[in-house]
């Protein structure tokens, strides 16, 4: 059973032509509140990626998009959600599946490719990828402090530490001590 995404942007290959295409696609309202459901966050109230497609050899495009984002996540420190924004951009190539192979030693410098059947490739779930692999993982609210005692110094916690050991060190002759005990 394939994916179906919930933001999709077909666009077809032939429509690229030889001088390129710029192109924004933009979420619904609806289409935002799937994509919020999806990736866990309280809300998204604007999702838009500006793209400028080039054709290459082998109907390889080339994409380079400037995503924006306007959304809520939870915050790690409160638990309360709050309202952030991302925007960047970024760079992908869309390969025929034919021609598309996952190498067992992924380039890190080399532009992410992302295959496509058909005559058309996907703006949109690219750029709802795009915006996941740019999520902060642990997100906190700018204006959120920990709770006073939560984070300690080194030292306290190295004091902490010894006196733990010393509470758990256990006398060599306490076990012989309990049974002589036991005896009497």
Not at 53 to 60: E, I, M, P, S, V
Not at 148 to 152: A, F, H, N, T
């Given at each position: 059973m394939s994916h179906k995404p919930e933001f999709s942007r077909p666009v077809a290959v032939?429509?690229?032509?030889?001088?390129?295409?710029?192109l924004t696609v933009e979420a619904t309202p609806a289409e935002c509140a799937q994509i919020a459901r999806r990736l866990g966050l309280p809300e998204i109230s604007m999702f838009r990626c500006k793209y400028t497609?080039?054709?290459?050899?082998?109907?390889?495009v080339s994409a380079h998009g400037a995503l924006a984002v306007r959304f809520k996540q939870t915050c790690v420190r409160t638990l309360e959600p709050f309202e952030d924004m991302l925007a960047g951009s970024f760079a992908v190539q869309f390969v025929p599946e034919e021609h598309f192979e996952e190498s067992a030693a992924p380039d890190l410098e080399a532009l992410d490719e992302i295959p496509y059947e058909g005559e058309s490739i996907d703006l949109g779930e690219a750029a709802v990828e795009q915006f996941a692999l740019d999520l902060e993982p642990y997100p906190h609210?700018?204006?959120?402090?920990l709770p006073?005692?939560?984070?300690?110094s080194e030292e306290e916690a190295e004091k902490l530490g010894a006196q733990e050991a010393a509470a758990q060190k256990v006398n060599p002759f306490a076990d012989l001590a309990?049974?002589?005990?036991?005896?009497?």
């Open positions: 032939r429509r690229i032509g030889a001088s390129g295409l710029d497609l080039t054709l290459g050899r082998r109907d390889l609210a700018p204006d959120a402090s006073d005692g939560l984070v300690i309990r049974l002589r005990r036991k005896d009497s």
